[in-house]
């Protein structure tokens, strides 16, 4: 069998010098520096892992397939945005509901191997969250339910241990226990959709909580000045936080208080809905009703504009939105599309650098600060070329 070695070359992402990437049956053999020339405005770095993906392009993970082939079509739509990695999320739903979702998502990574190799885990999202109208947000009430260890296992063995994390509210009895079963089992527990006290979030990051899940969303519209939870989890040094900036869903001014506390913990999420990447117009949802999606990317109730109907976006949007408004440069705006996600899911992974996994991207980047995906490298393999 012949070694089949390829090479790429762009400009770093960290600093704009420029590199060029040899990789060799799906790794990194090497990053040097090269002489030849490169446009300015090409960009070459990881591929983006969103860990919070619902749907895109028109397709649910959260809806019955009458094929799961169907839902092939979202890693090869996330691979054109530069998603090499991304997370399906199942939120609140009948327990039973629950296993046939994680069932479709396990025929689709045997059926279809460009669905595999970018779906490297499940993110489970309730039913274990508040049930207080607020932090619920729009995950259905009937379904909320005290975190459930048997539940758990029964979904991971039908998953064949695809779940790597789950958003939970410590606000439960018996959260703390639940927390450093999956911390043992090596799923990672983020804090979302919680009306928790600031002791219940204390003893959720003792027993090993690590994440906020879309920190300033799925809350109270009005909350107590202090204490309260945002205050409490915004305290906590050992808990990240993902964000969603879409430019709906938190200002800019929430954002710039979010880096300086959480720093390098701080990442995005999509949380795209399925009717992202879709055409601005008017839809009606399975679960939703009638909803707006405008051209702004903005997805509302058709009823009322101020009711945002989900997140429309996806991650490398995010990335351009940060730069766009000045809210980091883009060195850290990618960062915290690839390499923090990736750290807080896979501590210890090798990332863009030599023996790492080949997930590449080559970008360009517009004079309005819009990054445009040119190639899409996975395990060293092109799966996307504009
Ligand atoms: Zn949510």
């Not at 990437?21 to 790794?27: D, K, L, M, P, R």
């Not at 960009?43 to 009458?66: A, K, M, R, W």
Request: glycine residues 10%; proline residues 4%; aromatic residues 6%.
């Amino acid at each position: 069998m012949g070694l089949l070695l390829m090479k790429i070359q762009g400009n770093s992402y960290r600093d704009s010098s420029g590199i060029e990437i040899s990789f060799s049956e799906g790794i990194i053999d090497s990053i040097s520096e090269t002489q030849s020339s490169i446009d300015k405005d090409l960009f070459l770095g990881p591929g983006f892992t969103d860990i919070q993906v619902n749907g895109y392009g028109g397709i649910d993970y959260n809806e019955i397939q009458s094929d799961p082939m169907n839902l092939a079509g979202i890693s090869r739509l996330l691979y054109q945005e530069g998603v090499t990695t991304h997370f399906p999320t199942i939120i609140t739903n009948d327990p039973g509901q629950i296993s046939k979702l994680i069932h479709q998502i396990v025929s689709l990574r045997k059926g279809d191997e460009l669905s595999r190799m970018s779906i490297e885990g499940l993110h489970i999202e309730g039913p274990f969250i508040s049930p207080v109208d607020g932090p619920r947000g729009a995950h259905p009430k009937e379904f909320v339910r005290a975190p459930d260890w048997s539940l758990v296992q029964k979904w991971q063995n039908e998953s064949k241990g695809l779940i790597k994390m789950i958003t939970l509210s410590p606000e439960w009895e018996n959260a703390n226990s639940f927390i450093e079963r999956c911390v043992d089992y090596g799923i990672l527990v983020s804090i979302g959709h919680t009306n928790a006290t600031h002791q219940q979030i204390l003893d959720a990051v003792s027993a090993g909580a690590r994440l906020s899940t879309h920190l300033g969303n799925g809350m109270h519209p009005i909350l107590a000045r202090h204490p309260n939870y945002l205050w409490s989890q915004l305290s906590q040094d050992l808990l990240g936080a993902s964000i969603i900036a879409d430019g709906f869903h938190l200002p800019a001014e929430v954002i710039q208080v979010f880096q300086k506390v959480k720093n390098e913990k701080l990442l995005l999420v999509s949380d795209s809905v399925s009717l992202a990447g879709m055409p601005a117009g008017d839809y009606n949802l399975h679960i939703g009703g009638e909803v707006t999606l405008t051209s702004e990317g903005k997805l509302h109730l058709t009823s009322n504009s101020s009711i945002l109907a989900g997140s429309a976006s996806n991650i490398r949007n995010g990335v351009s939105f940060l730069v766009k408004n000045k809210l980091a440069l883009l060195p850290e705006a990618w960062e915290m599309a690839s390499v923090r996600p990736e750290k807080i899911l896979n501590p210890g992974h090798k990332i863009f650098e030599e023996g790492a996994i080949a997930d590449l991207i080559l970008c360009r980047m517009s004079e309005n600060g819009e990054l445009q995906v040119i190639k899409t490298i996975k395990h060293g393999r092109e799966v996307y070329s504009a």
